[in-house]
Every structure is written in C-alpha cells, then in structure tokens.
C-alpha cells in the first residue's frame, strides 16, 4: 500500500467519528485490589522485644542466617546521625562530648538535640523539595522568576521543625487555599475583610495558603504571544495531579493521563476525577503586607529609582544618536515601496501600504547590540560604567512586600473532562472530582480538595502513611522498604520488610502522624547503629537489602558544599528568609535567558556574608544550577525526584579539586589554622577533627608533612618567579610562612576530597 495511504488510514482511525468521542472506565475486577499497597495497613505483632525495627530486621536475617553487624564506634555513630537528622557534619566539640560521655542514654541525648535543631528542619525539607520538584523559576524557555517562592520552602522548613502532623502537612498542601478560605470568611465576618483582599496583619491562616504553593512547584509555561489557552491550562494541571500522585500516593498516575494506566488498575477516568478537584484552582499571589511596609516599600523604591532614572537617561542621551544614524542608514536600504508607504500620512495609506509601513517599521528597529557595536571606545566605555551603576542601584532595591505563593478556587466548576491521548481538542466522557476506584468501597462524592485531603488521611488508607513511612526510613537507610518511593503500583519494588512498612505506618498513624517520633525510632535502632566496614553478609546479600549492615552513601550535592562551608568555619547557619544568589562564572551567566541586553541579569545578594548560607537557601532557578551542585548530581526540577541518583565522572573530581568555591574555602580554611596553632602537627590535628571528626593516624601525619614539604617548596618557586598564589600574606599572622599556608590551604582541598569526607559513613 502507497504510504500516502497508509498515512489517510491512520488518520482516519485516531478521528473522532460523529462528534464528541466516547470514553468508559474498564471494569475493576476483584484480581485488582489484591496488591499488596491497596489494602489497608495492619499492624502485626514484632517478633521480638526491644525496638521493633531491629525485630523486624532481624526476623529477616535469621531466615536466611545472617547476623547483624556490631555498632559502629562513636565517632562514626556521631558523625552518621549529625548528617542524616541535620545535613551537615558534627563540630569537633559535639563529637569530643558525646566521645567522653559515659552516661548510658549518651546516644539517645545526641539525637534528642539534633531533632530539636533547627537545622532538623532544613535537612527534612530538602528531601520533601525533591519530591514536589520545587524551584524558584517557572522553567521552559523564559525562565522567569518566582520572587515569593522562598516563603514555601520556610514553610516546609518549619513543619518538619516544629514536627507538624504529617496528616496537617499533607492537608495544607493540598487545601491550604480552602482552609484558608474558611479562616477569610471568618475574619470577613468580624472586621469586614472581603475575602480576596491582601491581608492587612498576618494570621495562622496565611501559612495554610503559603503551603498551598505547592501545587505551582512544577514547571509552568508563563509566556506571551499566541498561546493556546486551554492547553496551557491543561499543562499547570497535569503538573499538580501528577505532583499529588507522586508526593502522597506514591503512584504513577500521570501515566493515565493520555490512556488507561497499562499496568495498574487506574483508568483514565480514574486520573481526570482527580484532575477535577483542581480545575477551579488558579495562581494567585496573596499580599499580606500592612500598610506601613507597602509604604515603607514604595517609599525606599521610589528613593533608588530617582537616583537610577538619570542615569538610564544619560544611557539613552549617548545612545540616541548612534540610533538614529542606524535607523537613517536603514531607511535608505529600503525598497521604494516601502519609503513610499513610510512617507505617506498614516490616515492616508492604503491597505497595501499600511502592510508595507508595518513591515518596514520591523526592518527599522535598531537592537541595542547594534548600538554598542557603533560606539566609539570612549563611549562605549562610558556606557559600561553607567550601566554599571544603574545594576548596583537594582541589586539594592527592595524586595516586594509580602505576598503567599499560592493558589486558589477561581469559582469555576469542579469538572474536568476525559481527555483522549491527553489532546484538549478530543474531550470525552465529562466528570466530577473524585478518587481512584481500587482504592475506594462505596464512599460518597467528594466535593473539593479539604475532602480529597480528609480521606486521604484516614487511618485506613493504604498508601498514605505507608509512603511517607517509606520515605522517612529511605533518608535514614539510603534506600526505601520500597526501592521505588514514588511508585508502589504493579511495576514498582515489591517491599524488603513488608512487615515493617506496615508496623510503621500504622505507628505513625496511631502517634498522631508525628514524623519525629519515627525518626528518632529509626535512628536509636541497633540496625541504624551498625558498622558499615563488616563484609560477612556480602554473599549471599550483596545489595545489602536485609541490612546486615550500615550502607555508606555519598553526600548530597547540597550537604557536600555545606559540609565544606562548615570545616572552613564560613558557614552562615541563618534560618530562613529570602534566597540568596550568589556570583556566578561566566559560562553559568551566560545560560541566563534574555531578549535584551545580557547584563545585570543576574544581581548578586550584596551582603557576602549570605554567600555562605546553607545551600538550601540559595536561588534554585530552573535552567542555572551551580557547577557544583550540578556536578553531584543536583535534580533538574522538571520531575519529582524520589531518590537522588550517584554517579561517578570526571567532573566530580575537577570541581571538587579545582573549583572556585572548594578552592577558596581551602585557603580560608588554612588562614584559620595557622592563627589557631603555629605547631604543624596541631594544625594537621584540628584539620582532621574539622573535616572527618578525628585526629590523624600517625601513617597520615607522616604523609601529610611530606606532602607539605613538597608542596611548600613548589610554592615558593611560584613566588620567586612572581607568579601569583591565591593567598595573600598580609592576611597572615607576622611570621607565617605563605607558602607553607598555601601548601596547607592545599591539604585542606585534598581532605575535601577523601572518601570518608563526602561520604555519610
């Protein structure tokens, strides 16, 4: 057959034949509800006393007959938890107390401390903004920003530190608008608020509609142009549908998005009723700012832009005559026609000449490239500083006043349409919200999104508590009950302990939905203390599933960068508030979107003691990530990221060993040993408890001074022949030798560089 024919057959076979197309859902067959994460958890009976976690694991190993691996020493025990509860390393201080600390519980007061830190709550947010795929830009092309973002993230920093209830967690994500709404109405009723109006004074309720902000972490095409409306509807919903699905249920449902799901009992059908309980949601920002810092904000903007509007008019003074010799020139390029049709009064061109006139208007515009390219040197130069100037002055301006990121109902019906292949040109079967049928027996209708929070909330329901557990237990282990956190249908990791899962879903449940409380069950555990040297098990477990011992796991890309920062006495340990950007290299900026001109593009956070915040505070815009962080493995952001991938290549090694930022917190690092202890062996003894938490084997004190003879010497041929070498001596106390800092600041990258650095032991 022809291929013009094959092609006409195969259209004809995917168009709708006489109007709208028909959809039903497939019948669910009992066979369906059979898999194991669709049925309620029950709580089974721990097959021994003493922490259950440990009779659960060590059911496991008996059958197979293996044995547990012994703890490990208290440095490694110290140094585990300290990353895993809070992200960055234990100080030599807290590892020397908990060391000498002969009291029995001296574990247990180690963990109660850092549940109690603030920084418990930045490093259980991290895990949690990987799910939702959070960021600070919209993505695509344009890239634009996302000015109030950051309030989503403080707020999921503060649930996680002030051990909000999971079920309290999800609800507020999930209907904090809603909620919200509730509270509006109320305070509508007392002091005559209308219900959208900016907030004039915060209230409980705005950390509610903040936390609804995650329902626009996703990707979202914000441009202009002939943009097809519905379609860009559909997308913002797909993003927060699949963003539920994969953050609370732990199931692919976006895969029923075009079709019934192929492998898990979830219809089209099934995917579109939970699209309906958002299609009356919109983006909205709420500004809840009080009239005295709106004013006060106008006010301290209004004073910078009166000193910013000369100089951009001086810009425009030297531009304005290269401009228009290039517009003159263009004029005359033109064709006749089209000068002719500029020439003529614009009520009195023709219709042919009104086309001309508006086309030659295109040809004429003058780009600003084209106008630095005409400058002479000076006036080039000239140009540059004001510019210069005017960013500055940007970089200073105030932040917007306060606003939630947020969404809300826009009063339109809670309907959606099956869609067929996902094309919003091919509705089928019309809906109402509602939820999956495997997991449901006969409840009634919901009606919106504080009801779709409420059931999926029950003590009953199979996924909910199970998914969480899962991944409370994955940031502790490396690796989840279920290997697939956000997949527990057909396809995905059947569960190691089964049991388990269970006893610690329903644990949550029954100690009111406290995340805390199952971390510090999961952590005091023998099986969370064990050595991660021992290889008994490794026959007949070689992926150590049955956890005969403590996997080591390498850092995160963020609590590499923090780990470093806090060796070299920088970090800024600040809680909250507004994102900070960093400088960024050259080849970063220049992936920066605009359409005009590429400078100022990115204005640094002027106070360089933010530089050094925890790496969850800095901007995370979409298509600029840090070379760093990138490197290690950092998520994109376009997809919720369950697990965070390690992978080995070159530039791990090249950034970690000639970057910037590792380069500079080398030297700092240095400066501050040779002002603590002029003795080398001291300084290569505070290195080590900086860095791994304890002091150096003789074999290494011996390597190390050798390295810094070596080393030393380089140096000083470096400054014999004036060649640069990063340090500055008169940072230095009197006397010191500056190529023997510099030779340390060296030392210092290498110990940044050890196995037993990046990794969590």
């Known amino acids: 057959m022809p291929r013009l024919a094959l092609l006409l057959l195969a259209l004809t076979l995917v168009a709708p034949v006489g109007g709208q197309e028909k959809y039903a859902d497939p019948e669910l067959l009992p066979a369906d509800r059979e898999h194991w994460a669709f049925k309620p958890p029950v709580r089974p009976k721990a097959p021994a006393a003493g922490n259950p976690v440990d009779a659960f694991v060590g059911a ?17 025990l110290i140094r585990r938890v300290t ?3 809070t992200g960055l390393p234990p100080t030599p201080a807290e590892v020397e107390a908990f060391v000498n600390d002969a009291a029995p519980d001296a574990y247990e007061k180690v963990v109660d401390r850092l549940l109690a830190s603030p920084h418990f709550g930045e490093r259980q947010a991290q895990h949690w903004l990987d799910v939702v795929r959070f960021a600070e830009s919209n993505g695509y092309e344009a890239d634009g920003e996302r000015p109030h973002a950051w309030r989503y993230r403080d707020y999921v920093v503060a649930a996680f530190n002030s051990d909000l209830p999971y079920d309290r967690f999800l609800t507020e994500q999930l209907a904090g608008d809603e909620l919200w709404k509730a509270e509006a109405s109320r305070a509508k009723n007392a002091t005559g608020w ?26 979202a095409h914000m441009v202009g142009g002939n943009q097809d409306a519905e379609v860009l509807r559909q997308e913002r919903l797909t993003e927060m549908v699949n963003g539920v699905g994969s953050a609370f249920l732990g199931l692919t449902v976006g895969c029923a998005r075009c ?47 009166a000193l910013i509007s000369p100089l951009k008019a001086k810009v425009a003074a030297l531009d304005s005559p290269y401009r228009d010799r290039i517009a003159k020139a263009k004029r005359e390029k033109l064709e006749p026609k089209f000068r002719d049709a500029l020439d003529t009064p614009a009520d009195k061109r023709t219709v042919e000449q009104k086309t001309l006139a508006s086309q030659a208007n295109t040809l004429l515009k003058v780009t600003w490239d084209e106008v630095v390219a005409a400058l002479s040197p000076a006036d080039r130069e000239a140009r540059t500083k004001l510019r210069e100037q005017i960013h500055a002055l940007e970089a200073r301006l105030p932040p917007p006043t306060a606003a939630a990121w ?9 309907q959606a349409f099956v869609l067929k292949r996902g094309d919003v040109n091919r509705r089928t079967l019309a809906v109402g919200p509602g939820f999956p049928r495997v997991l449901v ?18 003590p009953d329901h199979p996924l909910t508590a199970r998914v969480v557990a899962n991944r409370v237990w994955q940031s502790h282990f490396g690796r989840g009950i279920v290997a697939t956190p956000n997949d527990f249908g057909l396809r995905g990791d059947k569960p190691t302990h089964p049991e388990l899962l269970d006893w610690l879903a329903c644990e949550l449940v029954e100690r009111k939905w406290s995340l805390k409380h199952l971390h510090r069950l999961i952590v005091t555990s023998a099986t969370y203390r064990q050595s991660s ?20 796991r390498r850092l995160e890309a963020e609590a590499v960068r923090d780990a470093v920062l806090a060796a070299a006495g920088t970090l800024n340990r600040q809680v909250g508030g507004p994102s900070v950007k960093v400088p960024l290299e050259p080849e970063v900026y220049d992936l920066i979107f605009t359409e005009g001109e590429p400078d100022g593009l990115w204005p640094v956070t002027p106070d360089a003691t933010q530089h050094t915040r925890r790496s969850l505070y800095l901007f995370n815009k979409r298509n600029v990530r840090l070379p760093l962080l990138e490197a290690l493995d950092q998520p994109d952001t376009l997809n919720s990221c369950a697990f965070r991938p390690v992978s080995t290549s070159a530039p791990q090694a090249l950034i970690l060993m000639n970057g910037p930022f590792v380069q500079e917190q080398g030297r700092t690092l240095a400066v501050a040993l040779v002002k603590e202890h002029a003795d080398t062996a001291k300084q290569l003894e505070a290195l080590y408890r900086r860095t791994v938490g304890r002091p150096p084997r003789a074999e290494e004190v011996k390597l190390a001074v050798e390295f810094l003879d070596a080393q030393a010497e380089t140096i000083r041929g470096r400054m014999k022949a004036n060649q640069p070498i990063g340090l500055d001596p008169k940072s230095l106390p009197p006397g010191t030798d500056a190529a023997r800092t510099r030779a340390l600041a060296d030392l210092c990258v290498v110990m940044f560089n050890t196995h037993e650095f990046v990794y969590r032991p």
């Open 83 to 85: 990353l895993d509860l």
């Open 259 to 305: 079709h019934d799901h192929k492998f898990d009992p979830f219809s089209a059908g099934d995917y579109y009723r939970m699209q309906a309980f958002f299609t009356p949601t919109a983006y909205l920002d709420f500004e809840f700012a009080s009239p005295a810092e709106q004013a006060q904000r106008k006010k301290d903007a209004d004073a910078l832009g």
């Open 406 to 414: 947020a969404v809300a109902s826009a009063g339109t019906p809670a």
């Open 441 to 458: 027996t006969g409840e009634n209708a919901p009606k919106n999104r504080i009801e779709f929070a409420k059931w999926l909330t029950r």
């Open 60 to 76: 496991k190993l008996d059958a197979v007959g293996l044995k547990p691996s012994p703890e490990a020493d208290r440095v490694t």
């Open 194 to 219: 209308a219900l959208f109006a900016p907030f004039r004074r915060p209230s409980a309720g705005v950390d509610a509609l903040i936390a609804s902000g995650m329902h626009r972490c996703g990707p």
């Open 533 to 552: 040297t021992t290889t008994h098990g490794a026959k007949l477990d070689s992926d150590n599933a049955l956890l005969w011992k403590m996997s080591r």
